[in-house]
């Protein structure tokens, strides 16, 4: 099989500078695969299909005797199994099942270790022959279940299962809320590298992230306060990187959830302000709008005390801080990529 190598150099900042270098052999058929799926044109990559199941290899002779596999049989144990929905096509159901023995993927034997043959004496994880196939193939398996060999129906491979539910700085520019003289953003793992990141809020990311998206029912993502501008609105505040709890005592959801009951609230003070303006007046009667009762905003911060805002002030404060700042527009906040959530 023919390799392509890759190399690193790595600067290491020490005394002696010294340089690593750090190489790695990257068989050719993974390479073709990768660079058949470019779509150059589009800008596009075919993603390669999830592998269903997790194994584990059958070289412990303990481990043959505790699943009754004979000294004649080689393949890898399944452990357990994706939970896929049937869609429609009759093939698509995974057929195959923890404790069953898979002997052979398409035409390929697999051995005790995980490896299958390519060609001549050389060998590759039994992994890379579904890497190497398109979302949609089929594949086809061969296991050894109750003391019999079974050819399993085509299974064709989904999409890559869903780790996080965007990535930030990778499939798109960071998601922001400024409302008054505050940046928001929504939590992601990479907050807990950055110095102002406290414990707790780190604590936070991580098993926020570590719990999708199994535990993710009915949740869509913690709000970060992570700057406060300096503006006479924001005066005594000073505390950010702070997780925003609840707005006017209304549990926040998510970033989008707190930029609609914003925009609500400004729309509550514009239409004070616009029926003043179109009340009309009898003749001698004092024309002049009456001051609006203030509309107050509350943000409960984790662990801290609120942030109080008068709505008409805060929202004069936000255009002026965007023009300070040069931010071209007071939020941005993408809908969810289905890829990945």
């Given at each position: ?75 890898v144990l399944i ?135 199994r535990e993710w ?94 709505v008409n002030a ?28």
């Amino acid at each position: 099989m023919t390799y392509i190598s890759v190399a690193f150099r790595k600067k290491v900042s020490t005394k002696s500078q010294k340089v690593d270098n750090i190489g790695y052999l990257i068989p050719a058929v993974l390479v073709r695969a990768f660079l058949g799926r470019v779509d150059a044109k589009n800008g596009t990559y075919q993603l390669s299909g999830t592998i269903p199941y997790r194994s584990h290899s059958l070289e412990n002779h303990s481990l043959r005797l505790a699943h009754r596999v004979p000294d004649s049989i080689h393949g890898v144990l399944i452990t357990s199994v994706a939970d896929e929905a049937n869609d429609g096509n009759e093939y698509s159901p995974l057929q195959l099942q923890p404790g069953d023995i898979l002997t052979k993927i398409d035409d390929s034997e697999v051995a005790d270790d995980g490896q299958v043959q390519l060609r001549g004496d050389e060998l590759i994880q039994h992994a890379y022959l579904m890497r190497v196939k398109k979302k949609d193939e089929p594949v086809t398996f061969t296991v050894y279940r109750n003391g019999k060999h079974i050819v399993l129906n085509p299974h064709y491979l989904k999409d890559i299962q869903p780790i996080i539910p965007r990535w930030e700085n990778v499939d798109y520019m960071p998601n922001y809320m400024i409302l008054g003289s505050l940046v928001l953003l929504p939590a992601f793992l990479d907050m807990r590298n950055f110095r102002q990141c406290g414990h707790l809020l780190k604590a936070d990311c991580i098993e926020s992230y570590r719990r999708w998206p199994r535990e993710w029912d009915g949740k869509e993502g913690l709000v970060v306060l992570t700057e406060i501008f300096a503006h006479e609105l924001s005066f005594s505040y000073s505390r950010a990187w702070r997780r925003v709890v609840s707005y006017n005592g209304e549990k926040i959801k998510s970033l989008e959830h707190l930029q609609s009951l914003w925009t609500a609230s400004c729309a509550l003070v514009a239409k004070s302000v616009e029926d003043c303006n179109n009340t009309e007046y009898d003749e001698g009667e004092q024309t002049n709008c009456p001051e609006p009762e203030s509309t107050f905003v509350r943000l409960e911060l984790e662990n801290d005390d609120d942030i109080v805002f008068e709505v008409n002030a805060a929202m004069k404060a936000q255009k002026e801080v965007m023009a300070t700042h040069a931010i071209s527009k007071p939020y941005n906040i993408l809908p969810p990529n289905p890829k990945y959530c």
